[in-house]
């Protein structure tokens, strides 16, 4: 009887696994379910961010999205380099978590801006990332930051506006 249960299990997990090359493809990875509904609202309401995940689709980056309620006063998001492995790099980023909706999406585009510049650096260690951010960016309070990735956030801010009368529930719901 252990043996059916264990070809079963089996049987279920092959039959119901998504192909290796679907796999392949979940470039951006969110980690948790405040993750994954920054990441859900940024796609859907932001042409930008649409963008930049493009960008990185097309590239051997592989980016982690998690949230925390750790990070630094006053930081909204980071963007670490983690480690390169197999032909790719990986990154993290973190979104505070106790960030309003819309901010975490926008700080989230904010952050994918970083990836991006990454990812077209060709840079693989966290030294040669340090040395992008050096090069491209201005330090502060014990970060670097760029032009590029504020201007980014404040688009992304401004796309999220716009479209939230577009994505608002209705005050009134008449059922049929």
């Not at 009368?165 to 719901?173: G, R, W």
Request: hydrophobic share 40%; glycine share 6%; proline share 4%.
């Amino acid at each position: 009887m252990r043996y059916l249960s264990i070809v079963f299990l089996w049987s279920v997990l092959v039959l119901t696994s998504p192909p290796a090359a679907a796999a392949e493809k979940l470039t951006l990875r969110p980690l948790d379910p405040i993750a994954a509904e920054a990441f859900e609202r940024a796609v859907s309401r932001s042409q930008r961010v649409r963008t930049l995940v493009a960008t990185l689709e097309s590239s051997n980056v592989i980016v982690h999205i998690e949230t925390s309620r750790l990070l630094p006063a006053g930081l909204g998001g980071t963007t670490r380099f983690v480690t390169s492995r197999g032909g790719y790099r990986y990154l993290r980023i973190t979104i505070h978590a106790d960030l309003p909706t819309e901010a975490r999406a926008a700080i989230l585009g904010h952050e994918l801006q970083h990836a991006c510049e990454v990812a077209e650096s060709g840079a693989d260690s966290a030294d040669e990332v340090r040395k992008l951010f050096e090069r491209d960016g201005e330090f502060s309070g014990g970060f670097y930051e760029t032009r590029a990735a504020v201007e980014t956030e404040k688009h992304v801010r401004m796309e999220l506006f716009r479209n939230r009368a577009l994505h608002a529930d209705p005050v009134v719901k008449f059922d049929h």
